[in-house]
């Protein structure tokens, strides 16, 4: 009696157990709660940019407000018009305009604020604006610009800083002045020239330090890009800087070694677009660099120069010799001349031609004539 009652207990346990599970199954599913996403929609008091419209900077104002807004798919609100006002679209359309005009305004300067606030949608205050600031469609503005380009050179500045003001120019005239080309090929091709033009524009501004590698750029093939040939001109710049003492070159020291460690060279082909001397270039010109301590120190302890006639040629041309030629010794005719102690009688300098003898005609550090 009891194994059957232990019996009728675990059956009853079983098909309890069953009706459980079909009245789940038979249940709707249920998901489980969810952590509702949270996005930060602009608000009529955003500043979508972070710069502010002056007067001076609308293109770089404008670039950022319609790239702004056509990320946050508003673009519509500055291009197209507005739906009717019996519309079911327009109640929407004028909230979103209201924000787009909100947003506009805020990236105004405060003394700009009230004249375009009074407009009443967001296309007319972006109108208004281009209005008065864009002035792209005058010639002048673009020839201008190109002016500036063509006067833009290094001039001992760093190639960073030369190469941010040529590509603020550029900017400046691509805006006004866009691509004009429609088809993809010819694009592409426009887009080709331009920058070969800017690569050219780009190496002509620089240093003669850079002659060597202008030259290199010029050869590669294919016929680099405009950020290609700045990345190889700048890459030399740093080579330069660290090969000179404190990674910066120190004027003096580099033309006294250039006079000192060159001297077997064959310099006649350089020529001084500063002087107008030759046997060196304007970066090693002792006028603009300085003169080195060997060349002060011996014009000290001789006095000034006082020769007359060749003796002036003489003095101009030494400010490009090295020490070694300064204090070159030799023979010749005449009488009796000193240089720096080191010349005898008759002596020639260096490889200036002339003839030192006696007379009281002239003087070149000594007595004697040339």
Sequence with gaps: MAETNTLIEKLTQLITLQQNQLLAMQQPHTPPPQTPVVTHEPTLHTNLIPIKLDGKNYPLWSQS?????????????????????DS?????WDIEDTMVKGWI???????????????????EVWEA?????YDGSDAAQVYDLNKKVNKTKQANRSVEEYYNELQDLWLEIDFRRP???ECTADIEKFNKFLQESRVYSFLDGLDDKFDNERANVLQMTPFPTLEQAFARVRKEATRQGVMNTGGEAEPQFSAAMYSKGNKGMDK??????HCGMTKHTKDQCFKLVGYPDWFKDRRKEKGNWSGKGHAAVARADLAHVSETQYLGTG??????????????????FGNLPGNIGAGPSANFLGAGTW
Aim: hydrophobic share 30%; proline share 6%.
């Design 331 to 348: 023979t010749g005719h005449g009488g009796t001349g000193n240089i720096s102690g080191h010349v005898g009688a008759g002596s020639t």
């Design 105 to 123: 305004c805020n990236s105004l300067d405060k003394n700009l604020y009230g004249k375009f606030l009074r407009y009443p949608t967001a296309k």
């Design 129 to 133: 604006i281009a209005t008065t600031f």
């Design 88 to 92: 079911p679209l327009f109640t929407r």
């Design 65 to 85: 407000i319609r790239m702004c807004l056509k990320a946050r798919e508003k673009l519509k609100h500055i291009k197209d018009l507005p739906p009717a006002e």
């Design 268 to 273: 006649s082909h350089l020529k001084c677009t």
């Design 179 to 181: 691509n004009p080309m």
